[in-house]
């Protein structure tokens, strides 16, 4: 009995630490990022500021994902089309220039993460699209604002980014 209080309390242990240095790779898919148990509810808080609404392959867009008056720990941010966040495959260009809260991805360079679980009002991040991207463009992303009870905001989505002409 004792043996298995001590595996229930280390099991509890690890789900309240989250993933304090990115987001595992089982978040690749689909963006979810596996906290348990999960609060949320309510309207996303979560918004980009964003340099452009239009891009070019080989051009950057710099951009910050923030929430007026609120704190988050995690996050993980990818560019692609709005509708398909079901595989990494879907994540196009590159993300350039990190600063030293922000690393790129286990899915790949397409995608971006947090290096700590210390509480951020904002994270600004530089992305370079393809030299193939095309067609309408959204920078997305899944926020966590709490490891345990997990309380994380999936689906913060930037305004269209069109190709330019």
């Given at each position: 009995m004792l043996l298995f209080s001590v595996v229930v309390v280390a099991s509890f242990l690890c789900l309240g630490a989250g993933f304090p240095h990115g987001a595992p790779s089982i978040a690749c898919k689909g963006m979810v990022p596996g906290h348990l148990p999960t609060v949320t509810s309510g309207t996303n808080p979560f918004r980009f500021n964003l340099s452009s609404n239009a891009y070019k392959p080989g051009e950057t867009?710099?951009?910050?994902?923030?929430?007026?008056?609120?704190?988050?720990?995690?996050?993980?941010?990818?560019?692609?089309?709005?509708?398909?966040?079901?595989?990494?495959?879907?994540?196009?260009?590159?993300?350039?220039?990190?600063?030293?809260?922000i690393e790129k991805h286990v899915c790949g360079t397409a995608a971006v993460t947090h290096i700590n679980n210390n509480e951020k009002s904002s994270v600004s991040f530089t992305w370079k699209a393809s030299p193939d991207a095309k067609g309408t463009l959204y920078v997305r992303a899944t926020v966590v604002q709490q490891f345990f009870p997990s309380r994380y905001w999936l689906g913060a989505f930037s305004v269209p980014l069109n190709p330019s002409k």
């Open positions: 867009i710099q951009g910050t994902l923030y929430a007026p008056g609120q704190m988050f720990k995690g996050f993980l941010i990818e560019v692609g089309a709005e509708n398909d966040v079901s595989s990494e495959e879907t994540a196009v260009g590159e993300f350039i220039n990190l600063d030293a809260s």
